[in-house]
């Protein structure tokens, strides 16, 4: 009976193999092998001028990311609205500079930082552009806003008018007491007719001298301009007598439409050798540019009282204007109406009744008596009722 081994018989095991693996001691298993030491520093990372260039550049960095910063927060507080809650004038005086107009600002309470102001504007190249005069802040105003508008120039604009007929005392008087001009007025008045009818505008600081000066030269423009594009065969000589003649236009209408006809009535009078017999030279001539009182009536005595200027008594044109004429009445003595009217006598309604014959303008000058005859029953009827 033979024995079998089955695949025993096959397996390659040795006896060491089949012997469990006993470690010598308990720390074995945690000992471990020893790794590869660290590189060496080089020579060139160890240079204190690498090292010195390493720190410059973090610097730089560091400075350009934190001026970055800054120059966009003031940006942003450049361009962000103002504190200022209500519009306010602010005036800029000749040869000022930016941080001086800036430390207003802020004072004003108009921007939040003059500093940023300042630099903002030396920044945006605008620091030797802002211009002097009086200006008007808008609300909530960033500060580029009024950077702009201080560059602008659009100043606050104040007016003077001078009304068609004040004669040179009268404007001097009102020049006088305006109270945005400065300085003195002139030690000598014009000529009477030079200074011209028209709303002045100015900013503030302007002087009286100046509005004065500007006055004659443009009187003197629009009474060329004028007196070129006259009509033929006017009989005027020169431009003295054309300005007295308009002169004498407007102190006796203030009616647009009627202008043109009253300058047609005194130049065919002229024409004719009459005299013009005009009450405002009466005026003039007593009184001068002061003009009547108000409360001074005309007497019989002065129409008859021979003055230089009295139309009634002297032939042809007073020597000089007697007010400053205006654009209309100068151009309704270049170019009158064609006709042949040679009177005219109030009507009542604030106009004239015209006419061409004497017999006509008497019957006019009777109307005319009846309605101041009615105006004065009225006026005492008025007078006598008890006040209620």
């Not at 009976?1 to 397996?11: A, K, P, Q, V």
């Not at 005392?169 to 006088?176: D, G, N, P, S």
């Not at 009177?343 to 303008?361: C, I, P, Q, W």
Request: net charge positive.
């Amino acid at each position: 009976m033979s024995t079998s081994t089955g695949n025993r018989d096959n397996l390659d095991i040795t006896p060491d193999a089949r012997k469990p693996i006993i470690p010598a001691s308990t720390a074995d298993p945690l000992a471990l092998e020893a790794g590869a030491p660290p590189p060496k520093r080089s020579r060139y990372a160890r240079n204190r001028f690498v090292i010195l260039l390493n720190f410059v550049i973090s610097g730089v960095v560091l400075f350009i990311l934190v001026a970055g910063m800054a120059f966009y927060l003031g940006k942003l507080e450049f361009e962000s609205a103002g504190p200022a809650k209500d519009a306010t004038l602010f005036m800029v005086r000749r040869n000022t500079g930016v941080s001086t107009i800036a430390e207003a600002l802020e004072r004003r309470n108009l921007i939040s930082d003059a500093r940023v102001f300042a630099i903002g504007t030396r920044v945006s190249g605008s620091d030797g552009s802002l211009k002097a005069g009086e200006y008007e802040i808008p609300a909530n105003a960033s500060m580029y806003d009024i950077m702009e508008l201080l560059k602008s120039g659009r100043s606050v604009l104040y007016s003077l008018t001078i009304p068609e007929g004040y004669t040179v005392v009268q404007t001097f008087q009102k020049i006088a007491k305006d109270g945005i001009l400065v300085g003195e007025m002139p030690a000598d008045m014009p000529t009477e007719g030079m200074l011209i009818a028209d709303t002045m505008r100015f900013t503030r600081g302007t002087t009286r001298k100046d509005i004065i000066k500007k006055m004659i030269t443009d009187q003197d423009r629009l009474v060329k301009s004028i007196w070129e594009r006259r009509a033929d065969n006017l009989p005027v000589e020169n431009i003295n007598e054309f300005v007295t003649l308009a002169s004498i236009v407007e102190k006796e209408t203030a009616i647009a439409d009627e202008r043109s006809r009253v300058a047609a009535v005194f130049i065919n009078r002229l024409k004719r050798g009459m005299r013009l017999q005009s009450d405002p030279t009466i005026i003039y001539g007593l009184f001068g540019g002061k003009g009547k009182p108000s409360d001074r009536p005309i007497y019989k005595s002065d129409i008859e009282k021979p003055t230089p200027y009295n139309t009634y008594t002297i032939d042809g044109l007073p020597p000089a204007p007697i007010a400053n004429p205006g654009r209309a009445s100068l151009e309704a003595v270049a170019n009158p109406s064609r006709t042949a009217d040679l009177y005219f006598v109030a009507d009542g309604s604030g106009g004239h009744a015209f006419a061409s014959t004497l017999k006509e303008h008497n019957e006019n000058v009777a109307r005319w008596r009846r309605i101041e005859k009615q105006r004065r029953e009225e006026a005492a009827k008025n007078a006598e009722k008890p006040a209620e």
